[in-house]
């Protein structure tokens, strides 16, 4: 054989042997993953249930006397349906006992809150919860086949009358697919069936044991592509601590706090410690450093750690053996539908059953009512007796629903003699006529089946549904942008001469602090800007002239430039704004000229227009050699723009006159109820107008009042009762109850200290704030508890004059009071302050920035709150 031969034999050997694997592949492989799809991961449409957990509930059913079982014994009598080994079998038992429906337990079954495991399955018992018995077995209705061995029958399909497989959820991942369905609630999804019956629209959203908060505004109906964001419930415990009280779904408060100490670690968050006292509720203090503001460390959770989550549903399902998508809307209507059918089978077989105790009652009252059992006295063989009773029968089964047979006859005769001696006519003619009206009321049921399937979901509804109510909050979350709350640990540093930055540069000029997820804005004298990511060393370009930390979408922040054209030598000034553009690439700000230079260049986060001076070199005939020139006359355009000529001439230099004013007018304000925030895109309620120096006033539940300068990220607690702009002029009225007194008293005071959080009520623990009244000249009507009392009208004006926060006030009333109700107010006229014109009429808004005031030509620089003056308008010179 030469080497050719040999060689073509050993490819066709290698052909076969590939061709063997290629066959394994295509049929064993698509068998296991068929295996996988059906028989562990997927749930199925008509029940809701895996094949393990179908398994599971029967064998809790085989065992059920009414007492707790082992789950050990559980599990091994599960096996007897199931070919997996016991710890599959003990997981899937613990995991379908968490969500708290279907399995009553004993023991310590884990903690879906901290992650704790539960004890062994020797340790611990369970049984049947009295709604799985309700709803999930019915032997008459169900479908059985044979075991994996063959020696018992186990259900298809249990016949669950209930949309069980959204209340519980599931999720598994099977070989290709994947399955992810939420939890929904109880008593939401009873309501939405009956919905379905009555042919109304509904709408349901996932419901977590858990808790938190959810977005489902992207939620698509449980569909593939669809998402929902859950957060944790967090507060703020003080001025110094958080606390987290309800965390989201598919965390643990162990993974939480694991997610939270990285993101300290990382220096995204910073923190002083944390506590996690959860036990029965979750609670996680989290104590934080001095400087540190609550606010922003709670959307600063948000954005870095598990504290919010999102989650992509899948609703996969089998159906007729097949895996299909659908969504959470189908899967109800379905299961609705499923739930009619099997109530109408249960009629059905009710009818039927009493039906056929009907005609065998009828049966035995006319034996032994005409004494047929006689006519057998006389005959010697059994097929003698059996026609002597059909014989005697005939004359008497005309009004009968169906033909006797001979299987009726045999029972006539197993009629015992005792039987038949205490027989009472009269009761057998009552029972007769009882099962009649049991006949009647099952067939009007069948006539009436959606009628009946209501009712019957009603009736769930009132029977298991306390205690089921919604435990997560829907809202619809702001996108948290991550710079604005990222801490900013880190020192940004610049070498201007030579074109570096970074954080790595401590021996050069310090710029300012910031985060490694920030972007930096970078200005040069060659009229080039630049836009680059945080690092340790960066070349950006020689002659920086201007760098910061980029604000994305900032229009309020407007660069003012004076710049020199290469080409033609002309002067050119411009206003403008950058919002966003693309990160590493370089940008033109003059005419593109070689040669061209800036002259002169502010950063303004106010919009603030400076008047500077122009100074000529003096050249020829040249008459004006200096002048002033106000940038406020200057409108503000895009950065692509050329600019105003300033002059043709030789430049010498220019210099700083008098700080500019804004020429943005104030920022009008929203509070949106809904998420609870403030926001500058007209959603919710006007709040007001706001320049710099104007606050914001807030008075909770518990009497205390504060101001704070309006910031886009402030959260705001759930006790709030007063949010309004503050006006220093106006008194605030209230009507209070004095805990350690127990009288009513009225006070109208000022708010002696913005900066500070005042209470105006006592610090006793049975003090009460009645009402508080916001208007100039309040009125108030007193409605007493006693009935022989009259209601009375309150003139706070004439009742108390205007006295500090901390005065007790005048006393109101012995008498218990039921409510206040507030009336139309005096009428007051506030006096009208001289208005500031507003030099550009151009109206740019904020997301992030705190408005300044418009300021008069000549005033000193804003301190601020650390009695530093505000250096924030930085002007080179050249």
Not at 60 to 66: A, E, N, Q, S, Y
Not at 672 to 697: H, S, Y
Request: proline fraction near 3%.
């Amino acid at each position: 054989m030469d080497i050719e031969e040999e060689f073509e034999e050993n490819n066709d050997q290698n052909q076969d042997t590939i061709t063997k694997i290629g066959g394994m592949y295509e049929d064993w492989f698509l068998d296991y993953a068929s295996y996988v799809i059906l028989e562990r991961a997927v749930p199925g449409i008509n029940d809701g249930f895996k094949p393990v957990q179908r398994r599971i509930m029967q064998s809790m059913k085989d065992l059920d006397d009414g007492r707790y079982n082992k789950v050990a014994n559980l599990v091994g009598h599960t096996m007897q349906y199931h070919p997996h080994g016991d710890a599959s079998i003990a997981d899937a038992m613990v995991q379908l006992g968490q969500k708290e429906l279907l399995i009553d337990m004993q023991g310590n079954w884990g903690n879906i809150l901290t992650g704790d495991r539960a004890a062994a399955s020797r340790y611990i018992e369970a049984r049947l919860s009295k709604f799985a018995l309700a709803v999930v077995f019915n032997p008459k209705t169900t479908k059985w086949q044979a075991s994996y061995d063959g020696r018992r029958k186990e259900p298809i399909d249990l016949p669950v009358k209930f949309p069980l497989l959204l209340a519980q959820g599931a999720e598994g991942i099977a070989v290709g697919l994947s399955t992810k369905i939420l939890p929904h609630n109880f008593n939401e999804l009873i309501q939405a069936s009956i919905k379905i019956l009555k042919g109304q629209s509904f709408s349901i959203y996932p419901d977590f044991l858990t808790g938190g908060v959810a977005d489902v505004t992207n939620y698509n109906e449980g569909k593939r592509g669809g998402k929902v964001r859950v957060r944790a419930k967090i507060s703020q415990k003080d001025k110094n601590s958080l606390v987290i009280t309800e965390i989201p779904y598919g965390t643990t408060t162990s993974s939480l706090i694991d997610s939270i100490l990285k993101a300290n670690d990382k220096g995204k968050i910073k923190i002083k410690r944390i506590e996690d006292n959860t036990a029965k509720d979750v609670e996680i203090l989290i104590y934080l450093p001095g400087g540190v503001s609550p606010d922003k460390t709670i959307d600063a959770l948000y954005a870095f750690t598990n504290c919010e989550v999102s989650i992509s549903p899948l609703c996969c399902i089998i159906d007729d053996n097949k895996p299909i998508f659908v969504s959470v809307k189908e899967v109800l209507k379905r299961s609705t539908d499923h739930t009619v059918d099997l109530l109408t089978q249960e009629l059905e077989i009710l009818l039927a059953e009493l039906e056929e105790q009907w005609h065998f009652s009828s049966l035995e009252r006319i034996f032994i009512e005409n004494r047929i059992y006689r006519d057998i006295e006389e005959e010697e063989t059994w097929e003698g007796v059996i026609s002597a009773i059909d014989k005697g029968l005939k004359p008497h089964i005309k009004h009968l629903k169906r033909a006797v047979t001979q299987e009726d006859i045999v029972r006539l005769t197993e009629i015992r003699i005792k039987k038949i001696s205490k027989f009472d006519i009269d009761k057998a003619k009552q029972f007769i006529e009882s099962l009649e009206e049991k006949i009647a009321a099952v067939k009007n049921d069948l006539d009436n089946i959606i009628d009946y399937a209501i009712a019957y979901f009603k009736n769930l509804k009132d029977k298991f549904g306390k205690g089921r109510e919604r435990k997560t909050d829907i809202r619809i979350f702001e996108n948290i942008v991550a710079t604005k709350v990222v801490l900013r640990n880190s020192k940004l540093y610049v070498n201007r001469s030579e074109g570096f930055i970074g954080t790595s540069l401590r021996r050069d000029e310090f710029v300012a602090d910031c985060a490694d997820i920030d972007d930096i804005i970078v200005f040069r004298k060659d009229g080039k800007m630049m836009i680059t990511k945080v690092d340790t060393k960066t070349f950006v370009g020689k002659d920086i002239i201007h760098v910061a930390v980029f604000k994305k979408n900032d229009r309020r922040t407007i660069y003012n430039m004076i710049y020199k054209d290469g080409k033609s030598g002309y002067t050119y000034m411009k206003r403008f704004a950058v919002t966003s553009i693309t990160r590493d690439k370089e940008y033109d700000l003059t005419t593109g000229a070689k040669g061209s230079k800036v002259l002169y260049f502010t950063a303004n986060p106010n919009g603030e227009a400076e008047i500077v001076t122009v100074n000529l070199r003096a050249v020829g005939l040249i008459k004006k050699l200096k002048w002033d020139q106000d940038l406020a006359d200057l409108s503000i355009k895009g950065r692509g723009s050329k600019g105003n000529l300033v002059t043709k001439y030789t430049v010498r230099k220019i210099e700083l006159k008098e700080k500019g004013v804004s020429t943005l007018k104030p920022r009008k304000i929203w509070f949106d109820e809904t998420v609870q925030r403030l926001n500058v895109d007209e959603r919710g309620d006007l709040i007001g107008e706001f320049t710099a120096d104007d606050r914001l006033l807030i008075i909770n539940q518990k009497g205390e009042a504060k101001t704070i300068i309006p910031n886009l990220n402030t959260h705001f607690e759930s006790d709030m009762i007063v949010l309004e702009k503050w006006n220093p002029n106006k008194p605030i009225s209230v009507v209070y109850l004095d805990g350690e007194r127990r009288r009513y008293y009225v006070k109208r005071f000022m708010i002696e200290h913005p900066d500070k959080d005042e209470k105006f009520i006592s610090d006793h623990e049975d003090s009460r704030l009645m009402i508080v009244a916001m208007d100039f000249r309040p009125m108030a009507e007193i409605v007493y508890s006693k009935r022989s009392l009259e209601n009375e009208i309150l003139n706070f004006e004439d009742f108390i004059a205007v006295k500090g926060i901390k005065a007790l006030g005048n006393q109101l009333t012995t008498e218990k009071i039921k409510d206040i109700n507030l009336l139309e107010p005096l009428p007051y006229e506030e006096p009208v302050l001289e208005e500031v014109e507003v030099v550009d009429e151009q109206i740019i808004e904020s997301k992030t920035d705190t408005d300044k005031d418009i300021k008069n030509k000549g005033e000193e620089p804003k301190k601020d709150e650390n009695n530093e003056e505000d250096d924030s308008n930085q002007i080179t010179l050249f």
